[in-house]
């Protein structure tokens, strides 16, 4: 009998975790010049390592990650770009320049 309810609250725990969160930004321009963006994950999970890509014109121009705060900022590039959120399948989300608050 303990088995069965060892393997259930396993089996439970998995299925929690696949509907768990969706991943969450928010960056803004700074006065000097940089864009900051904080991300974390709608059940409270940070986004610590998580990556961040900026690309332009289909290029990646700059990689980096999220740091123990969940925050990560770059110098904010020429013309128009898109940052993007890679938090793995199915947690990947953009804003375009033109939607960065100011």
């Known amino acids: 009998m303990k088995k069965l309810i060892k393997i259930g609250t396993v089996v439970v725990g998995l299925a929690s975790t696949s509907y768990a969160h969706t991943a969450l930004m928010n960056c803004m321009e700074n006065a000097d010049g940089t864009i900051g963006c904080e991300a974390g994950f709608s059940d409270g999970s940070s986004a610590t390592g998580v990556a961040l890509k900026v690309v332009q014109e ?34 990947t989300l953009s804003i375009p320049s033109k939607a960065i608050l100011k």
């Open 58 to 91: 289909g290029k990646v121009i700059l990689e980096t990650k999220f740091d123990p705060n969940s925050e990560a900022s770059f110098k904010k590039p020429q013309g128009e770009y898109t940052v993007i959120f890679d938090g793995g399948d199915g947690h």
